[in-house]
């Protein structure tokens, strides 16, 4: 019960915070905030596959891009509004997942790592060339819609910001609800101990592609959202560089802790928004923290607690 009323008064505050903070924050702020809200979604769906199930997936963008592009191609070129692109993008991102983790969830470690690095590049490559001619190439594709509910267009930056804000609230329920579900506790024996767990009948490979598929489909969401902030979508968005960001930030905030990916989101993407003449350097600033980071505090900022199973 106290569980229960807890949870109903965290409900109340964030729809409270939803309604409160277009009022008194300018665009500038709000922008921000939509966009940190966007990469907290992303973040959290690399923590699925990274921090939870244990796999080292540096390329993690792909996933990203495919919901972006999803939505873009859907509404530019058959007129599809951006909100029902919303659950297509997520069902293309988790196939696209479940297809490409399938034949290298069984590498483990450097070697699996150096396959997703290679996913990625391969999509980079596969956008700027115009596959199929409906990427855009290099430009990529611009003149996106707004989103639109009940038949009006949300073009405020408000608007946006609540429609960014409830995604990334359904994303942190989803989150809790896997850490104390079967599911999460699988994921979790297979990063500990993934001989251990097949002997007690677990199939390794099933729930592997299943962490691909879940974290992706989350990220895949994200895009959607993206692309409508922006209203524009390109390449430059989902190169390598992005897919190390957002595992660099799985491994500085905590892996499996919602609040330490939370709080590298807000170092790797809001800091440098807030210090945007400083922003160029974000990667050398957030290089030299993942080396302190490391060797004073392995486990991150901010580590999933344990407890009794």
Known sequence: MK???????????????????????????IFIMSYFAIYAVVS???DVVLGRAGMYDMGHAVYFGIGAYT???????????ILWTLPIAVVVSALFGALLSAPI????????LVATIGFNEIFHMALVNDVGGITGGPDGIY????????????????????LNWILLGIVLLLMNN?????????FRYLKEDEL?????GVNARYYKILAFALGAGIAGAAGTLFTSLLQSVSPGAFVFTESVTLFAIVIVGGQASIPGVLLGAVLMFVVPQ????????????FGLAMIVIMVLRPQGILPRRRRLE
């Open 3 to 29: 569980k229960l009323t807890s949870t109903w008064a965290g409900l109340l505050l964030w729809v409270l915070g939803l309604l409160l903070v277009p009022l008194f924050a300018d665009n500038n702020w």
């Open 44 to 46: 959290l769906s690399q």
């Open 71 to 81: 939505t873009a191609i859907l509404n530019t070129q058959y007129g599809v509004p």
């Open 105 to 112: 969830v069984k590498l483990r470690g450097d070697y699996l």
């Open 143 to 162: 003149g996106i819609e707004a989103p639109s509910l009940f038949g009006h267009q949300i073009m405020s930056q408000g608007g946006i910001f609540v």
């Open 178 to 186: 896997l850490e104390n579900s079967r599911l999460g506790r699988v």
């Open 196 to 200: 251990a767990a097949t002997t007690l």
């Open 274 to 285: 807030v210090f945007r003449d400083l922003a160029e350097y974000r990667y050398f600033v």
